[in-house]
């Protein structure tokens, strides 16, 4: 069975950086993409931001983290990172990673994820 592990998150104050990381556990045959959401309380999961494993790498941000977040891979690890810098308060959610991937080369892709982690903003 596949895991979603994630790594970082915790309290920061405004305008502080932090990293979060995800990677499967296992051997996996591929990974397709991999995104990271966050849900704030009383508020609809939003993608935060994503990234293709596949070709080139092209990455997607929400509007609100555009030029303070950056996604970025690393094949030799097989892991997907989100670095926030200039944190604001509205950035406090629980995020999660989300990847599709193949676990076999027999097995149809699938949508995995991961357990969530805090990420709080305060002064």
């Known amino acids: 069975q596949v895991q979603l592990v994630q790594s970082g998150g915790g309290l920061v104050q405004p305008g502080g950086s932090l990293r979060l990381s995800c990677a499967p556990s296992?051997?996996?045959?591929?990974?397709?993409?991999m995104g990271w959401y966050r849900q704030a309380p009383g508020k609809q999961r939003e993608l935060v931001a994503s990234?293709?494993?596949?070709?080139?790498?092209?990455?997607v941000y929400a509007d609100s983290v555009k030029g303070r977040f950056t996604i970025a891979r690393d094949d030799a690890v097989n892991t997907v990172s989100l670095q926030m810098n200039n944190l604001r308060p509205e950035d406090t959610a629980v995020y999660y990673c989300n990847a599709e991937l193949q676990r076999r080369e027999v097995d149809p892709p699938s949508e995995y994820w991961g357990r969530g982690t805090q990420v709080t903003v305060s002064s």
């Open positions: 990234i293709t494993l596949t070709t080139d790498g092209t990455t």
């Open positions: 296992g051997t996996i045959f591929t990974m397709y993409n």
